[in-house]
């Protein structure tokens, strides 16, 4: 093995093995406390309070913490916020097993846990740039095997979640999750790159840091001048509002439907993350060689529009599952060309806080997915709420496709990395839009 081959090995696998274990462990905790709510109370009120005191304070944590992983570095934000994670999660079981977790301080710990993850999966997102600077690796690579990571560990955490629940109990599972923050930030502190400085600024000249306030305003002044970000995060906004109706209600109402039970509905969503694991992986491979415009938006459609239709359809089991492994085969090539595409356009001393505004965007409609496919099901009935969501998809994913300026996604080049704004204006960045 080459020289550069092992300095490669040894930045990549170590930061992939632990954005894997922290995916793993952030999909036990997704299990384990919502049912150990529901064991303890019976209440699924309770249950689904908890998981909106969770997500509420993600969205907004990744919306503020931009400037600070500017400002700090994405490595050291990365391994704060996984140790935060870590302490939270860690009192749950300590305090169950004491007597002393009542619900409100359960919805306090959940709070936090959600607002460290924020910023954790931000951080982790900017560090692929500085990975790929540092291995020599195409963008396209590192974003590629990144995705494919998170994919396999989508794949294995259900099933490990539901042996680890069952073996040592709801309370005791989150110790293992809590553990697995702590091999994350070891990881990523002791292997992932530094941050990345331009030649226009030297190590021992850097400017004074601007107010926070004026760094935020900065990154939302790029996200909404760059006709392509600003066009992505809106597509991706509303598919992720579908992608959340069909998970939360659409699918298990379908499922509850038809006869099925939750080990079709296992075998639904097991399918779809193999295929898509498979398409990552070859994203990684060969993905500096396909058109990204072309495998983006085929991508988007097939993981998204053939599902509602074969569900209106009423398509016997096997059907919807053959879609699914279609579906996460043409998913599978997204993350890893929307992440190239987002460090290539984003200067990088805008990129945290340019990437948490846009997160916190694309999530803001999640929580409404679940709440309107109820009530539009209430209604109308299942079929015509299928029918409507595929619908919606194809729009989201077709008109801005049609946008003139997603010509420019097959570029390949920083442009930003050569001249970069002056540090106090951020917001007169040119977009190259």
């Not at 997500?55 to 916020?81: E, F, Q």
């Not at 595929?390 to 996604?409: F, I, K, N, T």
Request: charged content about 15%; glycine content about 10%; overall charge positive.
């Amino acid at each position: 093995m080459s020289t550069t081959a092992k300095r490669s090995t040894s930045l990549l696998l170590p930061v992939l093995a632990a954005n894997a274990v922290s995916v793993a462990g952030t999909r036990l905790t997704a299990i384990a406390i919502p049912w150990l709510v529901l064991t303890t109370t019976g209440s699924a009120t309770r249950t689904g309070l908890v998981a909106a005191c969770e997500l509420t304070p993600l969205v907004v944590s990744k919306a503020l913490c931009g400037p600070v992983i500017d400002r700090l570095g994405s490595r050291r934000v990365s391994v704060c916020a996984d140790l935060l994670s870590a302490a939270a999660v860690a009192l749950v079981p300590l305090l169950h097993l004491a007597g002393m977790l009542s619900f409100p301080v359960l919805l306090v710990l959940v709070a936090v846990a959600g607002a460290a993850r924020g910023p954790a999966d931000t951080s982790k997102f900017t560090l692929g740039p500085d990975i790929a600077d540092a291995a020599g690796l195409p963008l396209e690579r590192v974003t590629g095997l990144v995705s494919a990571t998170e994919r396999t560990a989508m794949i294995i955490a259900p099933a490990l979640a539901g042996a680890v629940i069952g073996a040592a109990g709801p309370a005791n599972a989150l110790l293992l999750d809590a553990a697995s923050f702590v091999v994350c930030a070891v990881a990523v502190g002791l292997r992932a790159p530094k941050r990345h400085r331009p030649a226009a600024e030297p190590a021992g000249e850097a400017a004074a840091p601007e107010p926070y306030l004026a760094q935020l305003r900065g990154g939302w002044t790029f996200l909404t001048s760059d006709r392509m970000v600003r066009s992505l995060v809106a597509m991706v906004s509303v598919t992720n509002l579908v992608d959340a109706a069909y998970s939360a209600v659409l699918l298990p109402v379908w499922i509850h439907d038809h006869g099925y039970g939750a080990l079709e509905l296992g075998l639904i969503g097991t399918a779809f993350s193999v295929t898509a694991a498979g398409a990552a992986l070859l994203a990684a491979a060969y993905g500096e060689r396909v058109p990204r415009r072309a495998a983006f938006l085929v991508g988007f459609f097939l993981g998204g529009v053939p599902r509602f239709a074969a569900m209106a359809l009423g398509a016997p089991l096997w059907c919807v599952i053959g879609v699914a492994l279609v579906g996460g085969f043409g998913s599978g090539f997204i993350n890893p060309v929307l992440s190239a595409v987002f460090v290539e356009r984003i200067p990088r001393d805008l990129l945290g806080r340019v990437s948490s505004l846009a997160e916190a965007a694309a999530w803001a409609g999640m929580p409404l997915g679940g709440i309107l496919a109820g009530s539009a099901i209430a209604a109308a009935g299942l079929a015509p709420v299928l029918v409507t969501a595929g619908a919606v998809y194809l729009v989201a994913v077709v008109v801005p496709g049609l946008l003139p300026q997603w010509s420019e996604m097959d570029r390949r080049d920083r442009p930003h990395d050569a001249v970069r704004p002056a540090p106090r204006q951020p917001q007169q960045t040119e977009s190259g839009a």
